[in-house]
């Protein structure tokens, strides 16, 4: 059986975007000052401002764990703690890194769909002032989140306001944002300077970059040490211009929104088409607002369609798998993937 070339394993599967190959390539004649002192990266952080509001202050860095400790290490002090769903990230896939270069505990909950809410927080005000407890400082939410859901501004602005009115700070792990964004046609700065986030971090790579994420701080006056918690935190590019190069063309016309788009309505299409699939064997576990798909198949079918189409089981208990759309991912991709699934459920 002769594999594909693209699969729905993870949108960090994905090739780079030809558009980002051809930037990076526009900028490697010469020689130009490291570390970020270079024209490329002043006109990134310019579209930076464009997009996200003129005040915010801006670091580019390697990846998005990176990004969302070295955010996190700069806003919190070690008895404070981090409040995140327990399917974020920084929970679970980024080997403890949150906690042991914060310091601060991450408070999990537990939720449906990836979203927090307002009243799951309440109840953690009454340890405020106690010294026995560790401080809740950051509510840490993810946009998109893990679970391919995307909150409403409405939902954020709730959040927000939540935190601000208990003296904490409101972060965004926004790997997916660019997704989110193009799911609820909305600008970057209505989804994150206009309903309150201080601290984002902006991805790059799962939206057709090779690697690069910013730290955007909404609040520029929360930014005043972080140039010396990049570096020491060993996420200071030396040639910079590389990734600023990448985020130049992914935010000066619309490729950052284009790319996005597509990748949501492979999602959309990719869900519809399983859904069509009969006997109801295939189950949707979430609505699908970003880029995933999450669904229930039944076990004793998932060896035989990975073998040809790779993805991961994302709840092995319930048999659930995650399936991931990205910039390239095309309808004829969808219909072959999904025509194998009738094949092998049959
Ligand atoms: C929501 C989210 N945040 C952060 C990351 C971390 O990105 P990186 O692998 O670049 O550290 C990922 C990677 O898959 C992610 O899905």
Redesign the pocket.
């Known amino acids: 059986m002769s594999k594909p070339r693209r699969s729905f394993a993870?949108d960090?599967n994905a090739g780079v975007h030809p558009e980002i190959i051809e930037a990076i390539r526009n900028v490697n004649e010469g020689h130009v000052v490291a570390y970020g002192d270079d024209d490329v990266t002043a006109r990134a952080v310019k579209l930076f401002k464009k997009h996200f509001g003129k005040s915010v202050e801006v670091f580019f860095v390697f990846?998005?764990?990176?990004a969302?400790v070295l955010g996190l290490k700069a806003i919190t002090k070690p008895y404070q703690a981090v409040v995140c769903a327990e399917t974020a990230?920084i929970n679970v896939?980024?080997c403890g890194a949150p906690e042991k270069f914060t310091g601060c505990k991450l408070i999990a909950l537990q939720t449906p769909d990836g979203k927090l809410r307002v009243e799951q927080l309440e109840p953690l005000l009454h340890v405020f002032g106690n010294e026995h407890h560790v401080q809740p400082r950051v509510i840490s939410i993810?946009q998109a989140t893990?679970m391919g859901t995307v909150y409403t501004k409405k939902e954020l602005k709730a959040i927000s306001g939540f935190a601000h009115a208990n003296n904490m700070l409101l972060h965004v792990?926004g790997?997916?944002l660019a997704n989110a964004a193009a799911s609820l046609e909305a600008s970057l700065k209505s989804i994150t300077a206009d309903v309150g986030v201080d601290v984002l971090?902006f991805g790059g790579?799962?939206n057709g970059m090779i690697y690069g994420?910013a730290v955007v701080f909404l609040d520029p006056k929360l930014a005043q040490d972080f140039k010396f918690i990049r570096k020491q935190g060993m996420h200071l590019p030396s040639k910079m211009r590389f990734i600023s190069a990448q985020f130049e063309a992914l935010l000066s016309g619309d490729l950052w929104s284009r790319s996005a788009t597509h990748a949501n309505r492979m999602a959309r299409l990719l869900a519809t088409e399983l859904e069509k699939v009969p006997g109801a064997k295939i189950r949707p576990t979430q609505a699908v607002e970003a880029n995933g798909v999450f669904a229930v198949i039944p076990k004793k079918f998932i060896p035989q369609l990975q073998k040809k189409y790779f993805f991961y089981v994302w709840n092995e208990a319930i048999s659930e798998v995650r399936l991931m759309c990205s910039f390239d991912t095309t309808e004829e991709d969808i219909h072959d993937f999904v025509e194998v699934v009738r094949r092998v459920v049959k």
């Open positions: 993870s960090n990846g998005c764990t990176g969302n990230h896939d980024e993810s893990e792990d790997a997916r971090s790579t799962k994420e």
